[in-house]
């Protein structure tokens, strides 16, 4: 459920803004310029878009504080061109990658980067691999990305696929919501979490946040991002689901703290 807004601080009109990848593909985003100089990049989970709650409240949120954001969907996703593939986490750093350089080249500060669920994957992965971020949100990101898979599609998903060639994961009603290719799925099982967040750089400040009461990627999953990240916060949000359904508010008001903490530091 989005929040409602404020009028005392009317929130910014987003201006569309469309950027090409690396494989030629138009990314659709909306920036919410605030005049700030800062920009903080929001990034979206599996299956989702631009268009979802958290990201939109965010957005909202780092509005009223006076800081510009831009959220935008993945190639496969929401607006954005090019097809959707299961997986596909590295091709989504290189896709953030896109967007930071089209805000550096326009002269923008990048103040940090935040991704929800799977997009907390994708922020990880991105400050593991270009080293030139000070701070990322991991919200409620998941830490072993094949227990997400047997959850997914099941614990015999090699035998399916080496036998089919795909699974076709469905819907209750019997439909098919997408297809897992075996290309895909060996890309998701050679996605290494673990690997990546040892080489991030130890000026990188990352802030975990997670739902006591996620019920599609358990807290565990954050605790084993606090053991082995080393410039590292955890933030609880007690009875917060996934979506953080409930919790939208709070959600805003922890990331806004520490947004606030880690400028104090620079």
């Not at 989702?48 to 993945?74: C, H, I, P, Q, Y």
């Not at 089919?164 to 209750?172: A, C, E, L, P, T």
Request: negative net charge.
């Amino acid at each position: 459920m989005a929040l409602p807004l404020s009028s005392q601080n009317p929130v910014v009109e987003p201006q569309k803004v469309i950027i090409s990848n690396k494989h030629g593909e138009k990314l659709v985003g909306l920036l919410h310029d605030t005049g700030s100089n800062e920009i903080v990049i929001l990034c979206h989970g599996f299956r989702s878009t631009k268009e979802n709650d958290t990201m939109v409240n965010l957005a909202n949120a780092l509005g009223k504080e006076g800081t510009s954001s831009f959220r935008f969907d993945f190639s496969g996703n929401g607006e954005s061109e090019g097809a959707f593939a299961y997986g596909n986490y590295w091709r989504e750093a290189d896709d953030l990658h896109a967007v930071m350089e089209h805000f550096r080249g326009a002269s923008r500060a990048i103040s940090a980067i935040l991704g929800h669920s799977k997009g907390g994957d994708v922020v990880l992965l991105y400050a593991s691999k270009y080293h030139d971020i000070s701070t990322v949100f991991n919200v409620s990101g998941r830490y072993d990305l094949k227990r997400g898979i047997e959850e997914r599609i099941g614990k015999d998903f090699m035998e399916k696929i080496k036998q089919d060639g795909f699974i076709d994961v469905k819907n209750r009603t019997g439909s098919v919501i997408y297809r897992v290719t075996e290309e895909s799925l060996m890309d998701c099982l050679n996605t290494d979490i673990h690997k990546a967040c040892l080489v991030i750089n130890k000026d990188c400040r990352v802030v975990t946040i997670h739902g006591s009461a996620d019920e599609i990627i358990p807290l565990e999953d954050a605790l084993e991002f606090a053991k082995i990240i080393p410039n590292h916060s955890l933030h609880i949000i007690e009875g917060a689901n996934h979506s953080y359904t409930s919790h939208q508010t709070e959600l805003a008001s922890v990331v806004l703290k520490f947004m606030k903490a880690t400028s104090q530091q620079d």
